[in-house]
């Protein structure tokens, strides 16, 4: 079960929560503490290794081991997750042919399939909602139309159809009739070279209910008249191309008296005066429950509570990036949705109904960051629509940069600890993301790095550590500010205990560089004499990076590391904590083989002497683990003249010895994993005759001794 619920194993979906039904964020607390169904995780091995379940036709195209026909809903949400996650393609899509699966909702956003095989995988069905918006060049408009053209019961029974984003030929000939499908209620065709013809086409539609032609090149409304009795939903956001006149296409909107639903908000960039106009008619959309002019001009709180009042059945009206929603008509009624800029809850239903539209996401983020810069309440339903946004805007680099600061501001000190670890994990993935997308970006990544020295999302949020670990040591090799220099290296140091060391040795390129920066930070601390947080940080991170990795330590070996370290024994000599630090970093060190020779040296080993008598017992120990390492090679392999090997080991046992009573507490966590650390111990023990037994269940330091040949096993201090 664990194995599907990290991030990077487990597609999912982010569904969209209601900010105004959900203020506290109670629902999408449970949601995302809930376990996945069974039925998902199932969907979830089948979609990630599909080629084991399947075998290949001759063109190539895969299909399902002969296993029984699928349940329609359970082929509708193995199509969506295949769909969202990337994993549709001309290949895979094959499964759908045939009789074993049962479509009905067909979910193909994004996808990169070709005309043929759509045909070949999802006309046969008997489909009644396709979404195919913002498909690849590959499978255009005509070729969609054409395929559910072929099928009679398309052709009646399919009710909604999104085309968004789709590419239509401007060539009247080669594109199919809208008008043939003749069961059409939804159709939603923005972001397309939609063109007055087509709209004509569109309004022959007998059961055509909610229409969106948003940013299309319709020029004039009137062909909207032959619907006007069936017509309740019109969506037409930024019709840039319009060129009747306001007091034309007001003409055409008061004949559309069964609208329920009504769009006309504009891109900030093109504005026109429609909605202020709309406002002043007192004989229009008497049946009008949601009307949304975000984006308008000359938009006042009086002309929109006077519109309002006169149709008391609204529900809802959209102001965001206007001078409106501000009075308490606006702020007071929680029933009465507002999407908007003037609290939380107008911006919350902003970003929610806005999370395709880029131009009001920016806005909505950036009114955002705003009102959460001294937020002290915990908000998961408002930081799950941040991350909605950067979902559907990946490429969009304002709307990566304002959301990665609004997520910074809701998850910063305490606030992180009251939301769900896996929208937690949804975000540092998504930020992560963002980081590959704008690599460049100075203020996108110090935010990104900001996130990530949140103690809980370090400790607790399950995300991509390498892909972190990567950035954040480049950050450090580019960047010398000292506040971010700070949390960039104890970031590393939280980071490097929590890769494996297969994921350590492939940072080969930057362990170099970083080790090297690293090393200079100590340095230039060694000079100003300042023994501060960032020194401990640094010497912690370089401790945790050699742990299991002899490449780092021989970076740290090459990079004239050990003089270094020498340096700041004696700069510091009565600082226990950065003394277990070195000793703990000089372990590691000793433990790979064909380093251990570079130890031997007068003024490094005469301080691990010294050490070893220490009266804090991490210092003690990480003395005792170095010495042992060394004199387990043997006598041929001792080069020290300064200090003889036998007094050494003489000293070392006795010391051993006098080590106290389970009493003592140890900060550090030790654990010995190599063979060649136990093989150091085995050193240390094997010229006594004596053998370390292991650590008993009752106590930390309760030991048992006994002569005899020491026994292979891991030994493990921890706390």
Not at 242 to 260: A, C, F, K, N, S
Not at 272 to 301: E, V, Y
Not at 370 to 396: E, W
Request: neutral net charge.
């Amino acid at each position: 079960m664990v194995h599907f619920l990290h991030p990077g194993l487990r597609p999912r979906t982010i569904v969209t929560p209601n900010a105004l039904e959900d203020p506290p964020g109670c629902c999408v607390v449970q949601e995302e503490a809930s376990p996945y169904s069974l039925v998902d995780i199932c969907l979830i091995v089948l979609a990630t290794d599909l080629e084991r379940f399947c075998s290949e036709r001759p063109d190539g195209t895969l299909r399902l081991h002969e296993l029984g026909s699928f349940p329609q809903e359970v082929a509708d949400r193995l199509l969506h997750m295949m769909t969202v996650h990337g994993k549709l393609n001309d290949r895979t899509v094959g499964i759908f042919q045939g009789n074993q699966m049962q479509l009905k909702q067909v979910c193909i956003r994004r996808a990169e399939i070709s005309a043929t095989a759509f045909h070949k995988a999802f006309c046969h069905h008997r489909i009644i909602e396709l979404d195919a918006a913002g498909v690849s060049a590959d499978l255009p408009i005509p070729d969609i139309l054409n395929g559910l053209g072929s099928s009679p019961w398309a052709r009646k029974h399919l009710q909604c159809l999104v085309l968004n984003s789709g590419t239509l030929p401007t060539v009247e000939a080669t594109v199919p009739r809208f008008s043939q499908l003749a069961g059409l209620r939804v159709l939603s065709v923005s972001n397309i070279p939609f063109q007055n013809r087509h709209l004509a086409d569109v309004a022959l539609l007998p059961r055509l209910e909610s229409l969106d032609i948003s940013n299309t090149s319709v020029s004039d409304l009137s062909a909207l008249l032959a619907c006007k009795n069936r017509l309740k939903s019109l969506t037409m956001h930024y019709l840039k191309c319009l060129t009747m006149t306001t007091p034309q296409i007001l003409d055409v909107i008061r004949e559309l008296r069964g609208l329920v639903h009504l769009d006309i908000s504009d891109d900030q960039q093109f504005t026109s005066d429609l909605a202020f106009h709309l406002l002043q008619q007192t004989d229009i959309l008497p049946n009008i429950l949601s009307l949304d002019i975000s984006g308008g001009k000359h938009i006042t709180d009086e002309a929109v509570e006077a519109f309002v009042r006169q149709r008391p059945a609204m529900q809802f009206v959209g102001l965001l990036a206007t001078d409106a929603g501000y009075s308490d008509f606006f702020t007071s009624d929680p029933s009465f949705m507002v999407a908007g800029g003037a609290n939380v809850s107008q911006i919350s239903e902003a970003l929610r109904r806005y999370s395709e539209r880029v131009c009001f996401m920016k806005e909505a983020l950036i009114r955002l960051f705003t009102q959460t810069f001294y937020m002290q309440i915990t908000k998961p339903a408002v930081l799950k629509l941040v991350a909605v946004g950067m979902r559907n805007h990946p490429l969009d680099l304002p709307v990566q940069f304002t959301a990665s600061a609004c997520t910074l501001n809701l998850t910063r000190q305490g606030l992180a600890m009251g939301m769900p670890v896996r929208l937690l994990s949804e975000v540092i993935h998504l930020l992560l993301k963002a980081l590959k997308n704008f690599p460049n970006n100075q203020q996108l990544q110090k935010n990104c790095l900001l996130s990530l020295t949140n103690a809980r999302i370090l400790q607790d949020v399950p995300f991509n550590r390498f892909d972190a670990a990567k950035f954040v040591m480049k950050w450090l090799c580019k960047h010398e500010n000292p506040n971010m220099q700070t949390m960039a290296v104890s970031v590393i140091s939280i980071l490097a205990l929590q890769l494996s060391p297969e994921q350590t040795a492939q940072l080969k390129a930057e362990l170099f560089i970083v080790v090297r920066e690293l090393l200079a930070i100590v340095k230039q601390k060694i000079s100003e004499n300042l023994e501060d947080i960032t020194l401990t940080f640094t010497l912690r991170a370089l401790w945790n990076l050699t742990d299991e990795s002899p490449a780092t330590c021989k970076h740290f070996v090459e990079n004239h590391g050990l003089a270094i370290f020498v340096q700041v024994l004696e700069t510091f000599p009565t600082e226990s904590t950065i003394q277990t630090r070195v000793l703990g970093l000089l372990n590691n060190v000793a433990e790979v083989k064909e380093l251990s020779s570079e130890l031997m040296v007068s003024s490094l080993m005469a301080h691990v002497s010294r050490l070893l008598h220490s009266v804090e017992m991490e210092v003690s120990y990480f003395a005792a683990g170095i010495i042992s390492h060394l004199t387990c090679l043997g006598e041929q392999a001792w080069t020290l003249r300064s200090i003889q090997r036998s007094a050494l080991l003489d000293d070392l046992y006795m010391t051993v010895l006098k080590w106290p009573s389970p009493s003592c507490k140890m900060v550090a966590l030790v654990t010995y994993r190599s063979q060649v650390a136990r093989s150091g111990w085995a050193g240390m023990l094997g010229d006594r005759t004596f053998y370390l037994k292991g650590l008993a269940p009752r106590s930390l330091w309760d030991w048992s001794w006994s002569e005899g040949p020491w026994e292979s096993h891991r030994i493990n201090v921890s706390l």
